[in-house]
């Protein structure tokens, strides 16, 4: 039987907690992450192994749940994107300081670019901020290997040890080899120690202590010691690499060949770096490169400024992807050769990302629009698919999960502070608003905030791939779990105009919304849940309302208003004939376009 399959970074790092013997596990979806928990559940259900695994409301609630199960003497896994790690830094922090007993992996994907993200922070700069070292694999295959290592290292030390792949990792595909399920037989159980898992300030500070000795020793481990990729050479160059930079080196320096000329030096654990590399490097060399993503993490551990070119020299960039051929020109000009000629690429035009055809969100949005104008309004929105919503003129400002509401709320405060008025929409999806927006909520009916709160419910987190919400009532592994009302929790919240609208009954809607802005300016905040599920996800299909043809008639007189304020996919516009038809392979029939056209060309075939 062939024991290797074709896996994604995601799902290796899935199959290598499985093999080690995880037995809880956690997330809140965020790509480039989003694929490893569906992947442990997917292993737990083939296998029918004995593993608890959940998606969690957000980041701090999955891995607090991780790190009690792991000091309980349990293999734990927590996984997130770089921002969720944001979300979870409170317990990040003390975690580091108490330690574990069974081995607890804290997965941060990266996002270098960003390619679906807020930031590009480097996972790594808060690991050395709370003090635990961090894995920085550079391939799928390599992302497996280092789940073991990482179990390994955290139990030796009985700390918290952060796994980091990229989105290039995450998302790149190899032959990755299947091996044994291990079965961890120890003694499991929470064993109470006050003076550690409920320590006072005083038990911090010598915790604190402790915590610095375990990182000295664990910068002398010979398992995650930086190795040397071509022995054999004697060079005055050397070259430092991690992550999917070491991947792209590597090619790279066979490409030039240069494998006999210059060193090259991958490191998987980039903090705390080996102190004896560290010495070792900086008597051994006269130039060093250091090639990372995407801050200067290792350089910033090499004390001679005169021998590096990194970041902090500016001789590497200090944002953005470390793609191939920024990479070769990087080797190149360090090793003094002729890079090979690139071809240009392509001159093919773009299209900017829009919300998929039939999509309630942007129903929502252009009831919004009509409803509540711009022109006297401030839109907040928030992190999710319908983030889109800028492109439709909907969306003012967006800062992080659950901050729409806090904005809003800021708005209306300063505004009044200033005897202004203005109207104020804030619009968040309903994960998110399980994630962060419930607290913002209580915080802004306490102050007597004023504006209308639109809760964009599909009943799915769709942006990271369709993950089930409080709401849904489905776990990670398909099962049965209880239902939260989205409606229940906003009306315990003490919100006293709380009603559901359809976005795809577009004229109903609409009014629904001057309702609710009528109450808003008169007395008191107003909630508007705007509930249509999202069409990619199969669970909602039995739920949707029949579609049906849609036709553009001779009326149609070329104005691209339904294109342009409406900007579904399915409406394009014809050059040679000026006037919009429509692409029946993207149409969904859903018929919102017919009460957005101005000349009422759009109706149903």
């Known amino acids: 039987m062939n024991n290797r399959i074709l896996m994604m970074g995601n799902e290796a790092i899935a199959r290598g907690l499985v093999e080690e013997g995880c037995s809880l596990a956690t997330s809140y979806p965020g790509t480039p992450a989003s694929e490893i928990l569906p992947g442990i559940a997917k292993w737990k259900s083939e296998l029918s192994l004995p593993l608890h695994v959940q998606w969690a409301v957000n980041e701090k609630i999955a891995f607090e749940i991780a790190y009690a199960g792991s000091i309980a003497g349990l293999r734990t896994a927590v996984s997130m994107k770089q921002v969720g790690l944001s979300v979870a830094s409170d317990p990040l922090m003390s975690a580091a300081y108490m330690g574990v007993k069974g081995g607890f992996i804290i997965i941060s994907a990266d996002d270098p670019g960003p390619h679906s993200s807020q930031t590009e922070q480097d996972s790594r700069l808060m690991a050395m901020f709370a003090k635990v070292p961090v894995l920085d694999p550079s391939t799928p295959r390599e992302a497996k290997e280092c789940i073991a290592l990482a179990y390994e290292l955290s139990e030796a030390f009985e700390i918290p040890v952060l796994l980091r792949p990229t989105t290039r990792v995450c998302h790149a595909s190899q032959d990755i080899a299947l091996g044994e399920i291990h079965t961890i037989n120890r003694e499991r159980g929470f064993q109470k120690e006050p003076a550690r898992w409920a320590a006072t300030p005083k038990f911090r500070y010598l915790l604190h202590r402790a915590l610095n000795d375990k990182l000295a020793a664990i910068a002398g481990w010979q ?56 010495s070792m490097l900086l008597k051994t060399y006269n130039e060093i490169l250091v090639l990372e993503e995407t801050t200067g993490v290792i350089e910033m551990q090499l004390a001679r400024r005169d021998k590096i070119r990194g970041k902090m020299a500016s001789a590497v960039p200090e944002a953005g992807e470390l793609l191939p051929e920024v990479i070769e020109q990087l080797i190149a000009d360090f090793a003094q050769v002729t890079r090979r000629p690139l071809p240009a690429p392509p001159a093919v035009p773009g299209r900017r990302p829009s919300l998929c055809p039939g999509c309630p969100h942007r129903a929502s949005f252009f009831a919004i629009k009509k409803a509540i104008p711009h022109s006297t309004s401030i839109y907040a929105s928030d992190i999710g698919c319908y983030t889109l919503g800028l492109n439709l003129g909907a969306i003012d400002t967006f800062l992080c999960m659950g901050a729409s509401i806090s904005e809003a709320a800021g708005f209306y405060h300063a505004y009044r502070q200033m005897n202004k008025e203005t109207n104020i929409v ?180």
């Not at 010691?225 to 992550?243: C, E, F, M, Q, Y």
């Not at 930079?245 to 210059?262: C, F």
Request: proline share 6%; charged share 20%; glycine share 8%.
């Open 223 to 278: 398992k995650t010691a930086p190795r040397l990729l071509n022995p054999d050479v004697t060079s005055t160059k050397a070259i430092v690499t991690s992550g999917v930079a070491a991947a792209h080196t590597r090619d790279i320096m066979g490409d030039l060949e240069l494998w006999e000329k210059v060193a090259v030096y991958q490191v998987i654990q980039p903090y705390p770096l080996h102190t004896g590399f560290i």
């Open 426 to 605: 804030a619009t968040i999806g309903d994960s998110t608003f399980f994630h962060a927006g419930i607290p913002a909520l209580v915080d802004a009916v306490v102050q007597d905030a004023r504006f209308v709160l639109v809760i964009l419910d599909n009943s799915t987190t769709a942006m990271t791939g369709n993950q089930p919400t409080p709401a849904t009532g489905v776990g990670a592994c398909g099962d049965a779990t209880s239902k939260v009302a989205i409606e229940d929790i906003v009306k315990s919240c003490g919100v006293t105009f709380c009603e559901i609208g359809n976005p795809y009954l577009l004229p109903e809607f609409t009014d629904l919304l001057k309702k609710a802005n009528k109450h808003s300016t008169t007395e008191g905040l107003a909630v508007v849940i705007a509930r249509y599920p999202c069409l990619v996800d199969k669970r909602s299909k039995g739920s949707r309302l029949p579609g049906a043809p849609i036709t553009i008639s001779e009326e149609c007189d070329g104005c691209r208003y339904c294109v342009k304020e409406f900007e579904c996919p399915a409406l394009e516009f014809d050059e040679q004939t000026k006037k919009t038809h429509v692409n029946t392979l993207l149409c969904t029939g859903c018929g919102i376009c017919i009460h957005v056209c101005p000349k009422k060309a759009i109706g149903k075939g």
